[in-house]
């Protein structure tokens, strides 16, 4: 047999023995024995819950809004002749801003004189008149009396008593017109006057002037430019009067009053705030009453950031635990007390939270050994390690 085919088949039967081993070897091995491992209890850290008294303070804080802010109009319409402020700029209480052209103003005020002279005139001329007019009434009235009397005794004609008689009416009817003019004079003169100071108050609405002393915030008209009574032209704020407003929760609400006096921070400055607006009704979104803080300071500006801290009532004897101690899941709140190194959960109602502690109140009292920290992953019944 040649030399090849000879390690052919030697290469056979060692693989055909090789196979044969592993085989015997993989059924003949024993079954694998499950070792189990004792599962070290996890370490926490526990702290003990206190009975004491607590001064919670609430940090806020909010930027500045200027106290008083105005966005001016002219009550009349035209066309600016004459810009005399910009942005920025200070101006006291009647410095003017912006003036309209009043030409056609001052014309209403010339009529509105004109009128008004006319009418006094005429009624100076119906008073005269008036007296006239009674004298002729008096005459008439004695020339009637007379003709009655011949014509009593048929010595006038009665035609002669008619045309007297008529003329009398005539004569008082001329007297009631112009009694009526004089009687009326007064509500005339005043309807005259009304329209004069109206035309009066019109040529002066086209001067636009400071209400108070204020700084400019923004000018929105330029010369040329056409204007009517519902463009807001000037913007002018109070400077020195400024307003920190600031959304607090109920409980912090209920501890601010009126007329308060509290501390305001304002670029490393402590300064004297008084809280001069407090919404009772909250927010019906955000459950947050609205506060406003009045701070008295020339040099500041809107938009600063300031912060407050508002001190709520004094909690006497009161458990509290740390906030990292609290178990917030689904709405309700718990805690995992310690007991012989099995852990208990505890659920408990939360009060005022004051810097990292917080009011708690439940199946507890002080004393009681509770996980501190990293309460997320632990459950109930769980045994424990303490750390030291």
Request: aromatic letters at 4%; a negative charge.
């Amino acid at each position: 047999m040649p030399v090849r085919k000879i390690s052919i088949v030697f290469t056979l039967l060692l693989i055909l023995v090789i196979v044969a081993l592993a085989t015997y070897l993989v059924k003949t091995a024993p079954e694998p024995v499950a070792e189990l491992q004792e599962t070290k209890p996890a370490m926490v850290a526990v702290v003990r819950i206190e009975a004491r008294d607590i001064q919670p303070v609430r940090h806020v804080s909010g930027r500045l809004q200027a106290a008083t802010k105005l966005g001016l109009h002219f009550e009349v319409g035209g066309r600016v002749i004459e810009r005399n402020v910009e942005p920025g700029q200070r101006v006291k209480a009647g410095d003017l801003l912006l003036a309209l052209a009043e030409g056609d103003y001052r014309d209403g005020v010339v009529d509105a004189q004109a009128q008004l002279d006319q009418e006094r005139a005429a009624i100076a001329r119906d008073r005269r008149l008036l007296a006239i007019a009674q004298k002729n009434s008096d005459l008439q009235a004695g020339e009637v009396k007379r003709l009655e009397r011949l014509s009593s005794s048929s010595l006038a004609a009665q035609s002669l008593l008619d045309d007297a008689r008529k003329q009398l009416l005539q004569l008082e009817s001329e007297q009631e017109s112009f009694s009526y003019s004089v009687s009326s004079a007064k509500s005339r003169i005043a309807l005259r006057e009304s329209a004069l100071r109206r035309a009066q108050r019109n040529q002066q609405r086209t001067r636009l002037n400071a209400p108070f002393d204020s700084v400019v915030n923004s000018v929105e008209a330029n010369v040329g430019d056409f204007i009517t009574t519902a463009q807001v032209v000037v913007e002018v704020f109070e400077q020195g009067q400024f307003d920190l407003a600031i959304e607090v929760d109920g409980e912090t609400a209920r501890a601010v009053f009126l007329k308060q006096i509290v501390d305001v921070t304002i670029d490393d400055r402590v300064l004297l705030g008084e809280v001069v607006a407090l919404q009772n009704a909250p927010d019906p979104e955000t459950f947050t009453h609205a506060v406003r803080i009045r701070i008295s300071e020339e040099k500041l500006l809107p938009g600063t950031l300031a912060s407050t801290n508002l001190v709520l009532s004094k909690q006497e004897n009161v458990l509290v635990a740390p906030v990292t101690a609290i178990l917030q899941e689904e709405g309700a709140a718990h805690i995992y007390r310690v007991v012989d190194n099995i852990l208990m959960r505890v659920a408990v109602d939360v009060g005022i939270r004051d810097g990292d502690v917080q009011i708690i109140a439940g199946d507890i009292q002080a004393g009681d050994i509770i996980v501190s920290r990293d309460v997320a992953a632990l459950s109930d019944n769980q045994t424990i390690s303490i750390s030291p």
